[in-house]
């Protein structure tokens, strides 16, 4: 089926893509400043990164009338606030490191053996228990969309540049360099393991650094926020290969669809939204993360996300539901 089409003339007023460019230039040259001079300006690039999130969250909760859209940016705020800034910069004991947050490999150290066995231990627990049942009742979006540093900034700050991401089919077919990004860090961490760290280095300087801190956010007005958590994301490419096998999905009557093709231009993700639903078809794939645009946006609300998950508690039949 042909991708719906919009003939309409870009009328993202000046001072947004201004705003844009002067926080990213800012965020950027403080991490290179960084990166070169003084390790301890990371701690100006959380201050600046944090305020960006809840600054540009105020706007999207004032812009988006939808609860669910509120609600969630609300939690990724606060998520980026208390839990990566907070929590990481201030509270936790140095060694913890970024693991608190960030599942491995998106942090790839939390699992290197020079890590404290209860890092490791809560790392891996993080990672290989809770990470993966709370995403195949309830999708991706449980931590890309509500929990996620790198997904709140692409919700905030790239919220006015939703339209701009790519739908044709080779940028479908890109989607792969996610599984090579994947497949690096099982080499990079493994290469530590065996106390081999010329990897470890260039796998921080090229993915983290230029790749996640530089070249994902410089796309936003040209390719979208999600274009990390689309293409490079290594966490993203396990978490979504769960999402895809699990209950969530994101359905919708297709008798109702007046085909407006709204939901597919608005996608973060790039998924053709309107074409399944056309044809009657959930969508169960490894990109959506459940950031609710596309249901907030239809105008005749046919679209629901489906997920959830049963159990029987003192013989009362109970279902707790996305």
């Known amino acids: 089926m042909n991708q719906p089409r919009s003939k309409s003339r870009d009328t993202t007023p000046f001072w947004r893509k201004y705003l844009h460019w002067m926080i990213l230039v800012i965020i950027l040259y403080g991490a290179i ?9 990371w701690l100006w690039y959380a201050v600046v990164y944090t305020l960006t999130v809840l600054g540009m969250g105020v706007y999207v909760i004032v812009k988006r009338k939808d609860r669910y859209i509120r609600l969630r940016t609300a939690s990724l705020m606060f998520f980026q606030f208390f839990l990566f800034f907070l929590l990481h910069r201030f509270l936790l004991p140095k060694e913890f490191g970024k693991a608190a ?3 491995w490999p998106l942090n790839i150290s939390s699992l290197y053996p020079t890590r404290p066995d209860y890092v490791l231990i809560y790392a891996a627990i993080f990672t290989f228990i809770f990470i993966p049942i709370v995403t195949y009742y309830y999708g991706r979006r449980v931590y890309c969309g509500w929990i996620c540093s790198c997904g709140a900034i692409a919700e905030t700050l790239g919220d006015p540049f939703r339209d701009r991401a790519p739908k044709s089919n080779l940028s479908r077919r890109l989607e792969i360099s996610m599984y090579i990004v994947f497949i690096a860090a099982i080499i990079v961490t493994t290469a530590v393991w065996l106390e081999n760290r010329q990897l470890s ?11 996640s801190g530089i070249f994902s956010m410089a796309v936003y007005p040209f390719m979208s926020g999600r274009i990390w958590c689309r293409y490079f994301c290594p966490a993203g490419a396990w978490i979504g290969a769960i999402s895809k096998r699990g209950r969530f999905a994101l359905s919708g009557d297709k008798e109702k669809c007046i085909k407006c093709g709204l939901c597919t231009k608005y996608c973060h993700m790039g998924i053709n939204v309107m074409a399944h639903i056309v044809q009657g078809k959930k969508i169960k794939n490894d990109q959506c993360v459940g950031c609710g645009i596309c249901i907030s946006l239809c105008p005749v609300k046919i679209l629901k996300f489906e997920g959830g998950f049963r159990f029987r508690l003192k013989g009362l039949f109970m279902r707790f539901k996305s």
């Open 33 to 41: 400043y960084a990166t070169i001079n003084d390790k301890n300006l």
């Open 201 to 211: 280095r260039w796998y921080s300087i090229i993915i983290t650094f230029y790749i």
């Open 101 to 103: 947050g960030y599942p």
